[in-house]
């Protein structure tokens, strides 16, 4: 009877070894497409080629294309993107997650998250220094470069790392991840919109914000759930972390 015991326990701990290996190597090959997404585009930008000959025809449409009542909803939607607004979220959400798994990963990988965004966002804006649309076309008043879109990329990693939280911390009760992950996706997706709607981002840019807010946040989830299981026997850690 314990040897079949421990026959069973062993093949469970084989399986899960594999499906932890098989996520980890998917989310390894995710993050990479989205790095080389972001090069691909950056190339472009610099080249003034490939799919950076859309930009100009689809920001003068949605220009021309504007009412009144979407603009304000999404004047106010864009706000979202604004970085002492991640910044709150984020926060909030980093220590309502610590507070209910017991250990102090949840803060240190949100902290790690907005500030890696900010830090590779201002460093190609400078880098780059891609003009914004012309000023006809803006709704809202900003200056500075256009590539890539802060507010793209910071929704980005802070929806995806902040519904990877809230899923950790939901324990059993899926529908709580669930609904993280229906809320945080259409958000990442109305937020990128919101900024070439409002004339101060072209495609492109929110594309590769996009991408490197979810490749920046691709590398923190997996490295969140590698680093967990470090955890087991802290006093911070027992609930989570425990055998």
């Known amino acids: 009877m314990a040897s079949t015991q ?3 326990s ?23 497409a989205l790095a080389v997404l972001f090069a691909k585009i950056l190339d472009n930008v610099l080249d003034g080629d490939g799919v950076t000959v859309w930009d100009r025809p689809v920001s003068s449409w949605l220009a021309a294309h504007r009412e009144p009542g979407l603009t304000s909803v999404l004047r106010a939607l864009t706000e979202v993107g604004n970085p002492p607004v991640l910044a709150a979220v984020m926060a909030a959400v980093a220590m309502v997650t610590a507070a209910r798994t017991r250990t102090l990963l949840p803060i240190t990988l949100g902290a790690a998250a907005y500030g890696g965004y900010l830090l590779m966002v201002v460093t190609v804006k400078l880098a780059v ?8 076309e803006r709704v ?16 980005a990693v802070v ?63 997996l490295a969140g ?10 006093p911070l850690g027992r609930r989570r972390c425990r055998p």
């Open 10 to 32: 062993r093949w469970l701990g084989l399986t899960a070894l594999r499906a932890a290996v098989v996520i980890t190597a998917a989310g390894s090959a995710a993050v990479c």
């Open 159 to 221: 929806a995806l790392v902040s519904a990877w939280m809230v899923t950790l911390a939901s324990g059993w009760q899926r529908w709580i991840g669930v609904t993280a992950w229906a809320t945080a996706v259409p958000l990442v997706v109305a937020v990128g919109f919101s900024r070439v709607y409002l004339g101060v981002h072209y495609p492109s840019d929110i594309v590769a914000g996009w991408a490197l807010g979810a490749a920046w946040g691709g590398v923190l989830i």
């Open 129 to 136: 220094g891609r003009p914004r649309p012309p000023l006809p």
């Open 6 to 8: 421990q026959t069973h």
């Open 225 to 234: 759930s590698t680093v967990t299981p470090l955890w087991r026997g802290h």
């Open 140 to 155: 809202v008043a900003i200056d500075g470069s256009s590539f890539p879109s802060g507010h793209a990329a910071g929704i």
